[in-house]
């Protein structure tokens, strides 16, 4: 493992007087940074909004943050900066953003609710008297993400691919459109706002990309209503729970440079690598995402051959009009 990656794993320290990136100690409380960046939270009103966490309490957006020294707070604000100029130009510019910046933006949101989240069970862990029960596979999942994170400030190479993927769409939505979701279990994000919205899968060799290439040429050039990104949405959140492998990454330090290299996602089983797809378990991950819409489980799937969809018609092509609100 490579002496330069801080690793707070190792004994679950998540203080608030150390910095959760580099692991150096803080010189004041003052040293903290927002999880959901400050533009972000004023273009959409998101400060006093509530934020539910996995034990069912509520915080607001604002209250989210991480310990963060300095001279890493500077970094991340240069990364705000040139995420921010982005998604003021559009999707155009958005789609533009290489994928290690995309990579470390979406990363310090997820891995911030993670700190946080993390932070809650020490607590509650500490007033039950009981021990910190974790499980030791998210744990590998959570010191991946955060030493690939650490790219922010150390030098690193991803070898042969990246470990994540990103697909972002042209959305018509509504300016003033904020549509956020992420499961931490399986490492997957997405984000609607403005006219684009973003997909992102962040340990899984970029696998998901290829298990929706059909969906993925159909929609290729195509500007979606919403409702069919809510559809490609739970494509992919259900495809992340059909997952069944647990990514495996060596780092090897040579100079001043860390290198990541990913293990073989194909393993002694043969078994494949995602679980048999289900439709009428799809169909209720797609009556949550279509709630908007107001679409239940029983017309989803009345005809489970060919569950409802607003992307394909029933000859398999681009539905290009849909009249429905957005």
């Given at each position: 493992m490579a002496n330069r990656l801080y690793n707070p794993f190792l004994d679950f320290h998540f203080d608030n007087k150390t910095c959760f990136l580099s692991g150096k100690a803080l010189n004041s409380d003052n040293e903290k940074i927002q999880v959901f960046p400050q533009w972000m939270m004023r273009s959409f009103d998101l400060e006093d909004k509530p934020f539910k966490m996995l034990d069912e309490s509520m915080v607001t957006y604002k209250q989210?943050?991480?310990?963060?020294?300095?001279?890493?707070?500077?970094?991340?604000?240069?990364?705000?900066?040139?995420?921010?100029?982005?998604?003021?130009?559009?999707?155009?510019?958005?789609k533009n953003l290489d994928q290690i910046t995309l990579f470390q933006w979406v990363s310090k949101i997820l891995y911030?609710?993670?700190?946080?989240?993390?932070?809650?069970?020490?607590?509650?862990a500490f007033i039950s008297g009981e021990q910190l029960n974790f499980s030791q596979a998210l744990v590998q999942k959570f010191k991946n993400l955060h030493f690939m994170l650490q790219s922010l400030i150390v030098p690193m190479e991803f070898e042969q691919k990246n470990p994540f993927t990103f697909a972002v769409f042209p959305v018509d939505s509504t300016a003033e459109t904020f549509m956020y979701r992420d499961e931490i279990n399986t490492l997957i994000f997405s984000l609607r706002m403005k006219d684009f919205a973003i997909i992102a899968t962040l340990q899984d060799n970029g696998v998901h990309?290829?298990?929706?290439?059909?969906?993925?040429?159909?929609?290729?050039?195509?500007?979606?209503?919403?409702?069919?990104?809510?559809?490609?949405?739970?494509?992919?959140?259900?495809?992340?729970?059909?997952?069944?492998?647990?990514?495996?990454?060596?780092?090897?330090?040579?100079g001043e440079k860390v290198y990541v290299e990913p293990m073989p996602l194909n393993d002694w089983t043969l078994k494949p690598i995602f679980d048999q797809w289900t439709v009428k378990t799809y169909g209720q991950v797609l009556e949550s995402f279509w709630k908007p819409w107001g679409f239940i489980l029983f017309e989803i799937i009345k005809n489970p051959e060919h569950p409802m969809s607003f992307i394909l018609d029933e000859q398999h092509n681009f539905l290009e009009n849909i009249e429905l609100p957005r």
């Open positions: 989210l943050q991480l310990p963060c020294s300095t001279p890493v707070s500077d970094l991340f604000e240069e990364l705000e900066k040139k995420v921010e100029d982005a998604v003021g130009l559009g999707y155009s510019a958005v911030g609710v993670v700190f946080n989240e993390i932070q809650v069970g020490i607590r509650q990309e290829i298990y929706h290439e059909d969906i993925l040429k159909k929609v290729d050039g195509k500007i979606l209503h919403p409702i069919q990104f809510e559809e490609i949405c739970a494509r992919y959140f259900y495809s992340a729970y059909l997952f069944n492998r647990l990514p495996e990454y060596t780092y090897m330090e040579v």
